[in-house]
């Protein structure tokens, strides 16, 4: 199984990215999807959530601003970015919790950069 990401880059302060993570192999079925941060020197932390059958969390920092999405029928997660700041700057990673072979488990896509700066 295979998470792979795409989409980051550098952006002004106020504009805007969409990040997309596919997960590819043998899959048998995907239950949550998300998008993860890390800035340096910080943790890990949620970004955005969905199930599989479209409930969505978000942190409250990006609420507003950020739109997570999911299309079932290509495992793919996105995320449109808008009125981004510099403190959203961090490494974004997707995650995708999956049934393959024989379990459930959690999946990590390599991580894509977003800078936000002018």
């Known amino acids: 199984v295979q998470l792979q990401a795409s989409g980051g880059g550098l952006v002004q302060p106020g504009g805007s990215l969409r990040l997309s993570c596919a997960a590819s192999g043998r899959i048998a079925g995907i239950n949550t999807m998300g998008w993860y941060r890390q800035a340096p020197g910080k943790q890990r932390d949620l970004v955005a959530l969905?199930?599989?059958?479209?409930?969505?969390n978000y942190a409250d920092s990006v609420k507003g601003r950020f739109t997570i999405s999911r299309d079932n029928a290509k495992n793919t997660v996105y995320l449109q970015m808008n009125s981004l700041k510099p403190e959203g700057t961090a490494v974004y990673y997707c995650?995708?919790?999956?049934?393959?072979?024989?379990?459930?488990?959690?999946?990590w896509g390599q991580g894509t950069q977003v800078t936000v700066s002018s």
């Open positions: 969905i199930t599989r059958g479209g409930s969505i």
């Open positions: 995650n995708a919790n999956l049934f393959s072979t024989t379990r459930w488990a959690d999946y």
